[in-house]
């Protein structure tokens, strides 16, 4: 059976502040993806990253960017210089050989003007 | 081009009924798959289809039905529901199989049962 812990929340932060989103996961399997999603009040949840877990490269898109650290079994996210818009609901989810995707349970970010 | 789309949007409905949930994906997404978001938590897989075929299920009761059409558009019905039945209903979509590729999510149905 598989796991994904988000111990956060909520988190809230003033604007330009960075915010970082822990995941811990757990599974048995030995090949595994990681991902984290966005959903906004809009309720579709948005694709933000997709993870190997064969590929441990750390990965920065604009101002998001990823640590994934396979020995400790963790995936965070980092929003650097938050704004406004970056207010969601962010989920990390795990997929191994079964093929079916586990969701965390979600940590609520609000980033205040 | 047209995202994933879900109809109803808000659906409302007593202990005991039945509902239909329908799903259409992205033109040329093969895959389609359900989940339910109860208020607060995080989504959980219900079932996976790929070319018609069910892929995956997941740790849901036997009330809980799905089908993929031949265009690739899918229902989930739900029978004799209950009050914990009340949840957002998702519907993703992908090009592939849809195992372990980025997924393409639409807005919806909030269930309310009454």
């Known amino acids: 059976a598989q796991k994904v812990t988000q111990a956060q929340t909520e988190i809230s932060v003033v604007e330009k502040e960075d915010v970082t989103l822990d995941c811990v996961y757990e599974?048995?399997?030995?090949?595994?993806?990681l991902f984290w999603y966005k959903q906004p009040p809009s309720g579709e949840l948005v694709f933000l990253i997709r993870r190997n877990s064969f590929d441990e490269q750390n990965e920065i898109s604009g101002r998001y960017s990823w640590n994934f650290q396979k020995s400790t079994s963790s995936f965070n996210f980092t929003i650097t210089a938050s704004q406004v818009v970056d207010s969601a609901v962010y989920f990390c989810?795990?997929?191994?050989?079964?093929?079916?995707?586990?969701f965390g349970a979600g940590t609520t970010v609000t980033v205040r003007a | 081009d047209a995202g994933v789309t879900q109809s109803p949007t808000h659906l409302i409905k007593t202990r005991g009924q039945h509902v239909t949930l329908r799903c259409s994906p992205i033109?040329?997404?093969?895959?389609v798959s359900w989940y339910q978001q109860v208020l607060g938590q995080g989504p959980q897989f219900i079932f996976q289809?790929?070319?018609?075929?069910?892929?995956g299920r997941g740790n849901f009761p036997d009330r809980f039905s799905a089908r993929q059409f031949p265009n690739y558009s899918s229902e989930l019905n739900v029978n004799a529901l209950l009050l914990g039945d009340s949840a957002l209903y998702l519907c993703?979509?992908?090009?592939?199989?849809?195992?372990?590729?980025?997924?393409?999510f639409g807005s919806g149905t909030q269930l309310s049962v009454l």
């Open positions: 993703a979509s992908s090009p592939g199989t849809g195992g372990r590729e980025k997924l393409f």
């Open positions: 033109s040329g997404h093969k895959s």
């Open positions: 989810a795990l997929i191994p050989n079964d093929y079916k995707l586990s």
């Open positions: 599974t048995r399997d030995t090949t595994y993806y």
């Open positions: 289809y790929y070319e018609k075929e069910e892929r």
